[in-house]
């Protein structure tokens, strides 16, 4: 059974960095496309950035583009998100999710697998 765990949330003040992890067991994981999703009180579940298989491709959502930055680490089975200059609008559930395609995923109907996520909250 595939799982996700995700760490590192937490409450910090706008303008400082967090870097979140997710572990996978269960999997393949070099195989597997990666994702973060996010989830803010009252609003829907929101792309944040995802990266294929290799490491070779990723996207980001614009609304943290140049602040963020996914990558892996195929040898740790780890995915990760740097998140820097928070905001308070970044105040969410972070998912992190797989995919057993390999991509690099805008959708979250194209991820299998979900982690329980990981409250982030930026206080201004």
């Known amino acids: 059974q595939v799982q996700l765990v995700e760490s590192g949330g937490g409450l910090v003040q706008a303008g400082d960095s967090l870097r979140l992890s997710c572990a996978v067991s269960?999997?393949?994981?070099?195989?597997?496309?990666m994702g973060w999703f996010r989830r803010a009180p009252g609003k829907e579940r929101e792309f944040v950035a995802s990266?294929?298989?290799?490491?070779?491709?990723?996207y980001y959502a614009d609304s943290v583009k140049g602040r963020f930055t996914i990558s892996r680490d195929n040898a740790k089975n780890t995915a990760s998100l740097q998140m820097n200059s928070l905001k308070p609008e970044d105040t969410a559930v972070y998912y992190c999710?797989?995919?057993?395609?390999?991509?690099?995923?805008?959708?979250?109907?194209?991820?299998?697998?979900w982690g329980q996520g990981t409250q982030v909250t930026v206080s201004s």
């Open positions: 269960g999997s393949t994981f070099s195989r597997v496309g």
């Open positions: 999710a797989a995919a057993r395609l390999g991509g690099s995923y805008y959708w979250p109907t194209s991820y299998d697998y």
């Open positions: 990266i294929n298989w290799s490491g070779g491709s990723s």
